[in-house]
Antibody, heavy 116, light 113 residues
């Protein structure tokens, strides 16, 4: 089955860190750009970061630059997002997505809650 | 960044009636080299990830019912649900993938009247 299965997330204190994972199956993961998108509770969709198929090109939203790091392991068919120096405004459901022009495949989402 | 503006914010439609959502980009998202508009439409139901409905502004994703259609070019786009069904109650987002950062509209909530 073609799918993205996410793990990680949960409650973290301000200033803390989390690593989110997104495991791909059923397709040639190594051929696709991948994105992270987030959605604050009750709000809209916001692009966070992107990585090319080989992992050599990365891009970030200004709001997370310097704090978040996107990476991938094509041998493990897995995408990662390391999130550091977390702030209350980073509280959101984080989705990974496969890029085929539009985002044609989404992970189920994982909630990161930043609170003391 | 390209700003995507959707209207209306919410829409109440009777079962079987037509629903139309508009989306405007702050700059053209038409690639003149291939004549494609880099615009997608997504449906999101509570507790679920978004689902791609339409891409290239008017191409229906595989498996999407033909009551969903997209139109427009340049900076002005629309999504039409020709006959609203119960399962169509959701929030709908437009998204440009012409440039990074990709950006989404604010969303339109579609419900029953």
């Amino acid at each position: 089955e073609v799918q993205l299965v996410q793990s990680g997330g949960g409650l973290v204190q301000p200033g803390g860190s989390q690593r989110l994972s997104c495991a791909a199956s059923g397709f040639a993961f190594r051929k696709f750009w991948m994105y992270w998108i987030r959605q604050a509770p009750g709000k809209g969709l916001v692009w966070v970061s992107g990585i090319d198929s080989e992992g050599s090109v990365t891009t970030y939203a200004d709001s997370v630059k310097g704090r978040f790091t996107i990476s991938r392991d094509n041998a493990k068919n897995t995408l990662y997002l390391q999130i550091n120096s977390l702030r209350a405004e980073d509280t959101a459901t984080y989705f990974c997505g496969r890029v085929a022009g539009p985002i044609d495949l989404w992970g189920q989402g994982t909630l990161v809650t930043v609170s003391s | 960044d390209i700003v995507m503006t959707q209207s209306p914010d919410s829409l109440a439609v009777s079962l079987g009636e037509r629903a139309t959502i508009n989306c405007k980009s702050s700059q053209s998202i038409l690639n003149s080299s291939n004549n494609k508009n880099y615009l997608g439409w997504y449906q999101q139901k509570p507790g679920q990830p978004p689902k791609l409905l339409i891409y290239w502004a008017s191409t229906r994703e595989s498996g999407v019912p033909d009551r969903f259609s997209g139109s427009g070019s340049g900076t002005d786009f629309s999504l039409t649900i020709s006959s609203l069904q119960a399962e169509d109650v959701a929030v709908y987002y437009c998204q440009q993938f012409f440039a990074i950062p990709i950006t989404f509209g604010g969303g339109t909530r579609v419900d029953f009247k």
